[in-house]
């Protein structure tokens, strides 16, 4: 079952202590709007990359992620 956008923020938050340290990092991870997993290897507007722990193509980069729930 698909994430909220709540749930997808709590996990972000949780990952990095807030949302201003998720995009401030320069990294190449990804989350799983799906279950939540981060990922790295994944492009910061990626969108629908595969999972690697559930498998759905639900994995977008953190910046896109934050943009389009904002």
């Known amino acids: 079952m698909k994430l909220t956008y709540k ?20 990294s190449t991870e990804g989350i799983c709007h799906n279950c939540g997993n981060i990922q790295d290897g994944v492009e910061p507007d990626a969108e629908n990359y595969k999972c690697e722990d559930c498998g759905e193509n639900e994995v977008c980069g953190i910046e896109i992620t934050l943009i389009t729930m904002m």
């Open 7 to 26: 749930e997808v923020l709590a996990n972000l938050i949780a990952e990095y202590g807030s949302l201003e340290a998720a995009m401030a990092e320069d």
